[in-house]
């Protein structure tokens, strides 16, 4: 394992650097709050913050992006046939994502990188990118990502993991892709593997006594799912919900999406929006039929796919890192870690 | 890597109405593309997603069989935006056709007795594994074929036409019923299929399958019927509906527990949906 120093004075010196090789985006303050954007030429990260206010899924992941183009003009010879576009996937760097954030993007691609399907937008977006992570010395009192698979200092899917040592940075460089971003910036001040592991690991035991808040899922995998399903707590959890959505927009494991059409005049596009379990549209049948009409239905979706059948489908922990952002902005106080342990301890 | 959501474009080279009520049509399509049509290759029980372009995708059962070459045949009911666009339009336009995608029965099935119970406009499938079945190359895979299938009035049965040839052959079991009629001329059952399933349907057995299709109300009431004549749930196959956009098990919105309904389904024996959340 490679360990580098970034002295602090030589940080902009070698983003200007990678400038011209990366798109780079970075932690920004806007509105009180930080959110990830795209770096301008001299523009620094901010990394005066706990966690953006929103997931950077949508560095990957569009909120809205485009899939197709067609004409419907029909003295076009191609009319009314769908093109694919051409997009931008030069090479982007994530810097100071968060490793709870680098994480949620292991647990998504399952879902877009399978064995029969390849999802080519966020494959390509995700290929594209490298994930500077910067580790957390100080969570927030909602992050309970130490339960969840998870840490201030996890390394799954980060390329290198940055780490605040007041005038300088430690750098743990973690993949090929991260060795390059390191040399292209011009960083080469090499640091002794054993005592910047050590470092890092007593920084680490501080961070993690830190998170005060943990959810128990030891439980889960051997549950059944539709003693779950028919558990009698949905009604109690679901009552103050409003469904507003809010959870699955800001969370990063949350990958549903829907596809739609706009035209303008004799053109179109074919779009995929983000989409949300949380409303009645997402499953309404053709027929006016819908299997989850009621929002209890909805609520015991979200928790019931991210807590069971998540465990169930991969075998391998929650559809969560424990970022805590769903229980910070849930307008009624709806707590994950609460369902969680209900869920983890149902003997119904 | 191909892009798994780009539809392969397709001409509309024939449309027939199907229904006295004109709600049923079903669209003849052929690939402008003719390498596309060998991409396409497909299993009777599963389905594509149409594509028009500036409206949108459809999942529809693909209600031709593999055996059929040169085109493949939808049966649309007029529903939404995407159907009602369909049903305006003419041979000689454009659409998109996906996949195929979801799931079939057939490895199951080789060998077997084959029980099709269907109502409705969701015989779509269903013609298809008949046409399949009787093809003279695939017939002797088969041992009995049984077909009960039932519509509101006789003029509310699809594929008419095929349904009477069908009924004179000796190699498969025709049971066509309707819910009634004062058609003097109806030569058939009436009742409704729960009924007529129960009257002829051939009881279980390790070497029958049931193949199930239709609207949820006779799906219902058929599955005690099945029970009594002694057809194991792990024998019964079902073929769900649920609304879908991506058709491959991505974009979240047709799942039943952990099952995508597009991409693990949208075929279920019983067996597998009594273990399953009832969210459908």
Not at chain 1, 287 to 314: A, C
Not at chain 2, 201 to 206: L, N, R, V
Not at chain 2, 209 to 215: E, K, Q, S, T
Request: aromatic fraction near 10%; charged fraction near 25%.
């Amino acid at each position: 394992m490679r360990f580098i120093t970034i002295d602090k004075n030589s940080w902009a010196n070698g983003l200007e650097n990678l400038y011209g090789n990366y798109r780079l985006f970075g932690p920004v303050k806007n509105n009180n709050q930080h959110f990830f954007k795209e770096l301008a030429k001299g523009e620094l990260p901010d990394f005066n913050y706990l966690n953006t206010r929103l997931s950077p899924k949508s560095l990957v992941f569009p909120q809205t992006e485009i899939m197709f183009e067609f004409s419907l003009d029909e003295n076009d010879e191609q009319h009314h046939i769908l093109k694919e576009i051409n997009k931008d996937y030069s090479p982007r760097a994530l810097i100071g994502i968060r490793p709870c954030d680098a994480a949620s993007f292991m647990l998504v691609k399952r879902n877009f990188d399978t064995p029969e399907y390849k999802d080519n937008y966020w494959l390509h977006a995700y290929e594209s990118t490298i994930f500077a992570g910067l580790a957390c010395d100080n969570p927030c009192n909602t992050c309970f990502c130490t339960s969840a698979g998870c840490g201030p200092f996890h390394e799954d899917g980060l390329d290198l993991l940055l780490v605040d040592e007041g005038d300088k940075f430690i750098v743990k460089i973690l993949t090929p892709k991260g060795d390059n971003f390191i040399n292209s910036a011009g960083w080469e001040t090499e640091a002794d593997p054993t005592a910047s592991e050590k470092i890092i690991a007593e920084m680490q035991i501080k961070a993690e006594e830190k998170i005060a808040s943990s959810v128990s899922t030891d439980k889960l995998k051997n549950k059944s799912t539709i003693k779950l399903y028919d558990g009698t707590f949905w009604d109690d959890i679901a009552f103050a919900c409003i469904n507003c959505g809010t959870c699955t927009y800001v969370c990063p494991t949350c990958w549903c999406f829907d596809i739609q059409d706009e035209v303008t005049r004799n053109s179109g596009i074919r779009i995929r929006n983000w989409d949300s379990c949380m409303y009645p549209l997402f499953t309404l049948h053709g027929t006016g039929y819908n299997p989850r009409n009621t929002k209890m239905q909805r609520v015991r979706q979200r928790f019931m796919h991210k807590l069971k059948y998540y465990v169930d489908k991969y075998g391998d922990g929650i559809q969560c890192v424990g970022c805590g952002r769903c229980i910070r902005l849930c307008p009624v106080n709806i707590d994950i870690r609460k369902v969680c342990d209900i869920m983890n301890n149902y003997e119904g | 890597m191909q892009n798994p959501y780009l539809p392969y474009p397709v001409r509309i080279d024939e449309i027939i109405t199907e229904t006295e009520d004109k709600n049923l049509k079903t669209f003849k399509l052929v690939f402008i593309n003719p390498e596309d049509e060998k991409k396409f290759s497909y299993m009777p029980g599963q389905f594509a997603e149409l594509s028009v372009a500036g409206k949108g995708e459809i999942p529809i059962g693909i209600a031709s069989s593999p055996t059929e070459k040169g085109f493949i045949k939808f049966t649309v009911n007029k529903v939404g935006l995407v159907t009602t666009c369909l049903h305006s339009m003419k041979p000689g336009d454009i659409i998109g056709v996906r996949g195929p995608l979801g799931c079939h029965p057939w490895d199951t099935l080789k060998g077997k007795s084959v029980v099709i119970i269907g109502g409705g406009f969701a015989f779509t499938t269903l013609r298809s594994s008949i046409v399949y079945m009787l093809d003279p190359l695939n017939r002797k895979n088969f041992k009995d074929i049984h077909v009960i299938y039932g519509a509101r009035s006789p003029g509310m049965l699809l594929y008419r036409n095929e349904l009477a040839a069908w009924e004179t052959r000796d190699d498969i079991k025709m049971h066509i019923t309707v819910d009634g009629t004062d058609d003097p001329e109806w030569k058939y059952n009436v009742g409704f299929v729960p009924t007529i399933t129960e009257q002829k349907a051939p009881s279980g057995d390790s070497d029958t399958f049931a193949l199930i299709c239709g609207p949820p109300i006779m799906i219902k009431f058929t599955q005690p019927v099945l029970d009594k004549l002694g057809h194991a749930h792990d024998h019964i196959i079902m073929s769900l509906e649920m609304r879908m956009k991506c058709g491959i098990g991505i974009c979240g919105r047709c799942n039943i527990g952990k099952e995508y309904v597009c991409k693990d389904g949208p075929l279920f024996t019983l067996a597998e949906l009594n273990n399953m959340p009832k969210e459908y």
